[in-house]
């Protein structure tokens, strides 16, 4: 049985994934395109070993499944990252499940970002909110309510088990990942996805964090780039933690010994 991490990443690196198929045939042993996001899943749990009723199962769920899924049952607003999801978009209300995903990050409550199989033929990641999820006719009545509920599996571990970064002066995935949260913690980098990508958004909220911080001056742009100014901001604010010694220049030049100093302040919680 997988943890819920080693799920979560497994469902994260099939995005892009166009052949439906394979789904079919881990979860089922035979292949099918056919409607194929209960497939997905289905091959989640298959693959992961989940303890988790009602899949592998080729439909949608909804309320009319309770007594197949029992406990496990999760409220639209209760739903958190490693949970199926399911949605009515044409109607049926708690009554019509059409379209299922997995849940990989919650960013509040009832705003979830979520891996779902047959969007638009792939694997898509997409932003699904309670509030935002309702689907109406051209007159203005109701179509759809969206998000009808999830279901949690139980994963291996009980628990989430925190794991310290190594400290090798690589700014690589696991590294920006754990930054990202750290962000989320502090009320910075909300409603992104943790996903270890150094991109504008992240680089941005760095800045941000750092303006906070009294480190990157007001003077300068939040712009999402991060240049000389915000890598010294950066220096300078772990110099002041203790993790950047004063044997290294605050130079703007974003390098191992910036990483390691980095990678420390994350571990022990300070930065």
Known sequence: ???KEETIAWAKDQIGETDGGKYCQIAFGYRSIADWCADFDSA???KGQLDCPYF????AFDKRD?????SRWVEPYDIEAGDFISFDFDGGGQYGGDHVGYVVQKVARGDYWTVEGNC???????????????????????????????????????????????????FGKLTISELQRHLQKRGY?????????WGYYSKREMQRYLRFKGYYTTAWLLDGWFGT???KA?????????????????????????????????NAGRF
């Open 66 to 70: 309770l007594g197949a899924i029992g």
């Open 1 to 3: 049985m997988w943890t």
């Open 189 to 197: 980098y909300q409603g992104y996805l943790v996903d270890g990508d």
């Open 120 to 170: 638009s033929k792939r694997v898509q990641l997409k932003h699904r909110t309670v509030a935002n999820s309702k689907t109406y006719h051209s007159d203005g009545s109701l179509m759809g309510i969206g998000i009808i509920g999830g279901i949690r599996p139980k994963y291996a571990g009980g628990k989430t088990i925190v794991q310290k970064l190594a400290v090798d002066g690589v």
């Open 234 to 266: 950066l220096q300078s604010y772990l110099r002041a933690l203790g993790y950047y010694g004063s044997g290294y220049l605050i130079d703007g030049d974003w390098g191992k010994f910036t990483t390691m100093a980095l990678q420390t302040a994350l």
């Open 44 to 46: 989640i749990k298959v």
């Open 56 to 59: 592998p199962n080729r439909l």
């Open 229 to 231: 100014a915000s890598v």
